[in-house]
């Protein structure tokens, strides 16, 4: 058998077994999230606020929680390598390559998928100082309704109304810096090279043997890697903005929940017990 045949039914092999285990897996992480989510909700309307202050000090300890967030998002996704060492927020292959990059680095294409990895981490890295003044507007122009329904709400509340509140602004000013980033570091020249070392090497040797046909008769195909035409630009933006929302998030629930986070006399006072 011909060395490329043999590769290609190994692919074929591990995307029928990845499948054919995709549903099982996929119903527990999904009822174990759902398991999760409920218990924090619940726990939620009883340590989040003490209800017996007026709404001057509550809105004002809200604030102060959010500025709290805001600022360990950003000094830490903008030291170097803050997004690049950080498991939560670091940005992969897209996904049309990150279906192949055991394959991409097997065939000799590791320097590629780690420049690209690389530069695009750094590009957000370097676009996150610049939203820190987003993120103060948006809590400066928060009313006090907004306020309580964040403090009635679960421990991720005040991430979700950013999310609803900035995330526009957010494009539109990081958007930019992002690109030029980028150009800087040659990320779409390092996203050409990897997608056509691809589609040079390892979709054809795949095509070749009939792996593809064998793959759609099974109904697996939707997990074998084909060209795409995301935006880099826009997939890297999302990335980074998302990154910023996951440390706001962490920092939100642990000053909620946790009293060692709690590190001002109005912060132990909105949200002790």
Same mark, same amino acid.
């Given at each position: 058998?011909?060395k490329s $045949?043999?590769?290609?039914?190994?692919?074929?092999?591990?995307?029928?077994?990845?499948?054919?285990?995709l *549903?099982?897996?996929?119903? #527990?992480? +999904?009822?174990?999230?759902?398991?999760?989510?409920?218990?924090?909700?619940?726990?939620?309307?009883?340590?989040t606020?003490?209800?017996? @202050?007026?709404?001057?000090?509550?809105?004002? *300890?809200?604030?102060?929680?959010?500025?709290? *967030?805001v600022?360990?998002?950003?000094?830490?996704l903008?030291?170097?390598n803050?997004?690049?060492n !950080?498991?939560?927020?670091?940005?992969? @292959?897209?996904e049309?390559?990150?279906?192949?990059? $055991?394959?991409?680095?097997? /065939? #000799? *294409?590791?320097?590629m998928?780690?420049?690209?990895i690389?530069?695009?981490n750094?590009? &957000?890295?370097?676009?996150?100082p610049?939203? /820190?003044?987003?993120?103060? !507007?948006?809590?400066e122009?928060?009313?006090?309704?907004d &306020?309580?329904? +964040?403090? &009635?709400?679960?421990?991720?509340?005040?991430?979700?109304y950013?999310? $609803?509140?900035?995330?526009?602004?957010?494009k539109e000013? +990081?958007?930019?810096?992002?690109?030029e980033?980028?150009?800087?570091n040659?990320?779409?020249?390092?996203?050409?090279?990897?997608n056509?070392?691809?589609?040079? !090497?390892?979709?054809?040797?795949?095509?070749?043997?009939?792996?593809m046909?064998?793959a759609?008769?099974?109904?697996?195909?939707?997990?074998?890697? #084909?060209?795409?035409?995301?935006?880099i630009?826009?997939y890297?933006t999302?990335?980074?903005?998302?990154?910023l929302?996951t440390?706001i998030a962490?920092?939100?629930?642990?000053?909620?929940?946790?009293?060692? /986070?709690? $590190?001002?006399?109005l912060?132990?006072?909105?949200?002790?017990?």
């Amino acid at each position: 058998m011909k060395k490329s $045949t043999i590769i290609a039914s190994l692919i074929l092999t591990s995307s029928l077994t990845y499948a054919f285990d995709l *549903g099982s897996i996929a119903k #527990g992480v +999904i009822d174990n999230v759902t398991n999760e989510t409920k218990t924090a909700d619940s726990k939620s309307s009883t340590n989040t606020v003490n209800s017996n @202050l007026d709404n001057s000090t509550v809105t004002s *300890g809200l604030k102060q929680a959010l500025k709290t *967030g805001v600022t360990y998002a950003v000094e830490n996704l903008s030291k170097d390598n803050g997004y690049l060492n !950080n498991s939560l927020v670091k940005i992969p @292959l897209p996904e049309n390559l990150a279906k192949v990059e $055991t394959l991409l680095r097997s /065939a #000799g *294409g590791d320097k590629m998928a780690d420049n690209l990895i690389n530069s695009m981490n750094k590009a &957000a890295t370097t676009a996150a100082p610049k939203t /820190a003044s987003i993120f103060a !507007n948006a809590i400066e122009k928060m009313s006090v309704d907004d &306020a309580k329904n +964040i403090l &009635a709400g679960s421990n991720n509340a005040a991430t979700e109304y950013f999310k $609803t509140n900035t995330t526009d602004s957010l494009k539109e000013m +990081i958007a930019p810096i992002i690109q030029e980033t980028m150009k800087e570091n040659q990320v779409a020249s390092y996203y050409d090279m990897a997608n056509n070392f691809y589609k040079e !090497n390892a979709k054809g040797m795949v095509e070749s043997t009939g792996v593809m046909d064998m793959a759609k008769s099974f109904g697996v195909d939707s997990y074998l890697p #084909g060209s795409s035409d995301q935006s880099i630009d826009d997939y890297v933006t999302d990335k980074a903005i998302n990154g910023l929302f996951t440390m706001i998030a962490q920092k939100e629930a642990q000053i909620r929940t946790n009293p060692v /986070a709690q $590190t001002t006399s109005l912060l132990k006072q909105v949200f002790g017990n």
